[in-house]
């Protein structure tokens, strides 16, 4: 309680954040000057052992139920290797997702293959390499389940519990007005059960996500109730709650614990008469966002008097641009000096050629605060890098994991000639 690492309260960084012998941010004892100077900025630094540590306070609130790890959250092969390692399920939404976890090793039979809209060549790869559940979220999809002849494979389908949970609007997916899913309120969802089963198909469960960056237990406890009854109607044995819990990036932020979250869904879910084993949850965000910092040089610091001061870091809406798409707030401070006050408002902007591309839009930085500089944003581990794209050609970082004192990189920085391998005759 009120515990603080310099300016931040310790809730927004890993566990493995402290304070080195300059005053500067260390991850599990390394400095990030050494790891500035080994990996260059921007840089990605996961904590391995925060993310190991939320996987195991999620599982002790949920008892029996199955976790799945959303991983368009961070998708990295390594942490399919972690996936693998903890006996977690893996959620793909993409042929490229499914081969992230084929290649960290995630046993097929744990993996959920999603999406809206999947293509032939995914289901077929589903099929190839035997994922566990093909989660249906439109009659189309059934129809080419069929007519590929994939009709042995576990389907979940996705429904419209019609329940909306107060976050962003982009990230808002329960709600009947939703390109997701099939909707339970007109019918349809129960059509698509009914062709499913005079085809041949396999249902052995229902799935439902009502948004993400939830910070409420109340709907999931509605969810609970509204998909058990489902559940039952429907005669199915699994159920999927989908995932959403949100995470604290900003100082006045605070959410439940994982481990709350994890036995508010065990008690709704039990009450609503559902087998934990064949019960699932499936947060991305959750699980990574906090266990991540990207550490960023800062290269102009321009003080219009009266009006404003803009730090330009070498990153910006390519390795983050959830402010820019959501307005998302996240707090930066001066990574080699923590301990400095940090009383003087700042916005953090990138070098891309967009007046929005900010990552911090009121940051509290130390006044002096000069190029050449060390800053740091905590809670970048879901959908920064994910989301990253190559915009004005800037290569995509690198992501570092820390484990045992030792920092490895997990994702190759981009170079120039990356940057170019897909162009013909270039
Ligand atoms: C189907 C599905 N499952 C799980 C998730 C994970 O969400 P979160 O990262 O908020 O836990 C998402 C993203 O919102 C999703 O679309
Ligand atoms: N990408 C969003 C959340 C959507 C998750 C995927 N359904 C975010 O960064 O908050």
Redesign the pocket.
């Known amino acids: 309680m009120g515990e603080r690492l310099g300016a931040l309260p310790v809730r927004l960084w890993p566990r493995g954040a402290g304070i080195g012998a300059s005053g500067e941010l260390t991850i599990q004892g390394i400095s990030v000057h050494e790891l500035a100077d080994r990996f260059g900025t921007p840089l990605f630094v996961y904590d391995e052992d925060e993310v190991r540590a939320r996987i195991d306070e999620l599982r002790s609130g949920l008892g029996a139920l199955q976790v799945t790890y959303?991983s368009?959250?961070f998708s990295a092969v390594a942490m399919a290797r972690i996936v693998a390692d903890t006996g977690l399920w893996w959620d793909a939404?993409s042929a490229g997702e499914l081969e992230a976890a084929r290649r960290g090793g995630v046993p097929a039979e744990r993996i959920v293959l999603h999406g809206n809209n999947k293509g032939v060549d995914e289901l077929l790869l589903a099929d190839e390499v035997g994922v566990g559940r093909i989660v249906v979220d439109a009659h189309e999809e059934l129809e080419r389940i069929a007519r590929l002849g994939l009709g042995r494979r576990r389907l979940w389908l996705r429904v419209v519990p019609g329940i909306e949970a107060h976050t962003?609007a982009?990230?808002r997916?329960g709600q009947v007005d939703s390109k997701f899913g099939l909707q339970l309120d007109d019918g349809s969802a129960e059509r698509a059960l009914t062709w499913a089963r005079a085809h041949g198909l396999t249902v052995v469960g229902i799935h439902a996500?009502i948004?993400?960056?939830i910070f409420d237990l109340d709907p999931f406890g509605e969810l609970a109730g509204r998909m058990g009854a489902v559940r039952e109607a429907w005669g199915v044995d699994e159920v999927s709650l989908g995932?959403g819990i949100g995470v604290p990036y900003v100082r006045d932020e605070r959410a439940p614990t994982l481990e709350e979250w994890g036995r508010s869904i065990a008690e709704a879910t039990t009450l609503a008469g559902m087998d934990p084993e064949r019960t699932f949850v499936e947060p991305?965000?959750a699980l990574v966002a906090p266990a991540a910092i990207t550490l960023y040089r800062v290269g102009v610091v321009k003080r219009i008097p009266g009006v404003r001061t803009y730090v330009a870091v070498d990153g910006g809406m390519s390795d983050n641009?959830?402010p820019v798409?959501?307005g998302?707030g996240y707090e930066a401070v001066a990574a080699g000096r923590l301990e400095a006050p940090h009383t003087t408002a700042m916005r953090v902007v990138g070098k891309h050629c967009e007046s929005g591309d900010v990552l911090v839009a009121n940051a509290l930085l130390p006044e002096d605060l000069a190029a050449g500089e060390l800053i740091v944003t905590p809670v970048t581990g879901?959908?920064?890098y994910?989301?990253g794209s190559n915009y004005n050609r800037l290569p995509r970082p690198s992501v570092v994991m820390v484990r045992d004192g030792v920092a490895r990189e997990i994702v190759r920085r981009e170079q120039l000639d990356d940057l170019f391998r897909l162009e013909v005759g270039s």
Do not use: I, N
């Open positions: 959303a368009k959250a939404a962003h982009f990230v997916t996500h948004g993400s960056q995932g991305g965000r641009p959830r798409l959501y998302s879901a959908y920064g994910s989301m």
